[in-house]
């Protein structure tokens, strides 16, 4: 349609890649429920996260056409100014949406390059400015802060917040005279529920993120290992490893796991097998550090599971809604607690936390003023 405006988008990694989790599905989301409005193009790295070796049977440095947008895949010679400044020069597009904060070449030189354009200009932090985020090598991320500010890039952006915590994490950083707009991350069409088997004294939890020490995996094995001898765990780790060194601590805890526990390492799922392992999982355990919004949360509700997670994200109450707990990180006796009880419940007690995970998630994804919020960050 010819009357319809254009956005660029600029993520470090997109599909096919999975490995990045959370920020894959926020773009691709974007596009499923926007594309009919928008003409939306993505630029994007050339490899999945983590990895040396670029995508196979991809052409890179030149525009892909996609069923709903159109994507280029970039090597490293391409992700500087000079070519940005060809997209932005031919482009013809009315917005550009950047997809992190602390991404050098997605989105700190784009933006330098575009910063005297026409182009109106969004920047999703993604919770990055948490300061569960921000206590993770503090002094780059305070320096990089301090740059940006210094030259004025927080007042040249619409700021998307995904929840009203992220919007005060944002004005903490950079002041509150600031364009911040709230608008929840869109979520996938969710599948029918289905039931789950579930025995008294038996649970099937899972860490679902990558592994690095923002998510704390560490921790969530800790808390699994302290669980009573009475009960019978198996425990999945789903997520590629990001910090290899944080991988090694948390593989030498395994090692240490009693008898009653069993772990399994899944490693990287991409998105669409998703549904079908989580199917036979029980609860999601995510003692994280920080979320702004945590795409995998949602994802469990969706697909039937509990969560316990701490209280480092933006969903809270969550016992009294029966769809799990939310925890103080250092409150390792009530992780355990919570585990216990959802492992010694019957078959119909889980049902009920179960399908109350899913209906909150599938009342939560279909509010029409999700939509209808994004639209808004680029009005």
Partial sequence: MPNKENILIFIDWFLPGYK???P???????VHHLHVDYNISIVTSNKDLGEELP???????TWQIKENYRIIYLDE?????KFYGELFNLGNFNYVYFNSLFSIKFTLLPLWTCKNTAIKRVLAPRGMVG????AIKPLKKKLFIALFKLKGLHKKVVWHATSALEKEEIINQFGADLDIRIAPNLSSKMKPYKAKHKEENHLNVFFLSRIALKKNLLKALEFVFKTDSSQNINFSIIGPVDETEYWESCEAFIKQMPKHIAVNYLGAIPNYKLKDVLQNQHVLLLPTMHENFGHVIMESWQNGCAVIISDQTPWIDLKIKHIGYDIPIAGTENFVKAIHHFSEMKADDFKVWSKS???FAETFTQKPELVSDTKKLFK
């Fill in 20 to 22: 990045a989790g959370g």
């Fill in 24 to 30: 894959i599905q926020s773009v691709n989301n974007i």
């Fill in 55 to 61: 995508y196979n049977d991809i052409e890179f440095n």
């Fill in 77 to 81: 010679t391409h992700q500087q100014s």
């Fill in 131 to 134: 300061k569960g985020a921000l």
């Fill in 357 to 359: 995970a899913y209906n």
